[in-house]
């Protein structure tokens, strides 16, 4: 677009004299008039430019953050692996339940070679996938004292990190907890919910 001719033409169409002197004041006006919207406009074309631009990087970063970063802590390959393996999400992050009856022998917490198995193959699976920060919940039922149920779901506890760990996850990454009768998950007024209850919790969480 010419500024200068828009801005001479209404120079002259707006003045009121017709002498030479006149003519060129407007003409001056207008010349001057052009230069500073020519100016004015290659400044925003310049910031336009460099907002496009800038849009542009932004746009790009987050797509890229979308495809590297963590989903809550894990990434959807760790999710993935995880579901594989039969992990479900709970408000403690993903979590593997085990029942002592396929663990342990009755008032022991030696793993028995079928549920060691799983839990080395659930290592094997946790050490693929970058997975080292674990923790080992061990539970029992509501049957005997405060402090041997505390004391055995900790032996157990302990018991299962070390198989995790004899299949390569970091011990020092293991924390285990004796949670003893606490959080049952089922009745234990009956034999079949004590059962259930006297169990081991592998848990994955960045928290």
């Known amino acids: 677009m010419d500024f200068a001719a828009i801005a001479a033409n209404t120079a002259d169409a707006v003045g009121t004299g017709s002498s030479q002197h006149s003519s060129a004041r407007r003409g001056n006006f207008g010349g001057n ?22 849009l ?3 746009g790009f970063g987050a797509l890229a953050g979308c495809q590297t970063t963590p989903v809550h802590g894990l990434t959807p390959e760790q ?23 396929v663990l342990f022998d009755t008032d022991k917490f030696v793993v028995r070679d079928p549920a060691r198995e799983t839990v080395t193959r ?3 699976t946790l050490v693929k996938v970058g997975l080292d920060a674990v ?20 032996r157990r506890a302990e018991a299962v990190a070390g198989v995790l760990a004899d299949a390569g996850v970091k011990r020092a ?3 285990t907890i004796g949670a003893g009768k606490r959080n049952p998950v089922a009745d234990n007024s009956t034999p079949a919910g004590r059962a259930q209850n006297r169990r081991v919790a592998i848990v994955i ?3």
């Open 79 to 101: 999710i993935a692996a995880l579901k594989s393996e039969g992990f479900t999400q709970t408000d403690e992050g993903w979590e593997f339940g085990l029942s002592d009856t």
């Open 135 to 154: 923790r080992v919940y061990g539970y029992t039922d509501s049957v005997g004292s405060e402090t041997y149920n505390e004391q055995l779901s900790a």
């Open 56 to 58: 542009a990087l932004l």
């Open 173 to 175: 990454g293991i924390q």
């Open 122 to 124: 659930i290592g094997h």
């Open 205 to 207: 969480s960045t928290r």
């Open 33 to 54: 008039f052009a230069a500073a919207l020519n100016r004015t406009f290659s400044h925003y074309r310049t910031l336009l430019r460099r907002a496009l631009g800038l």
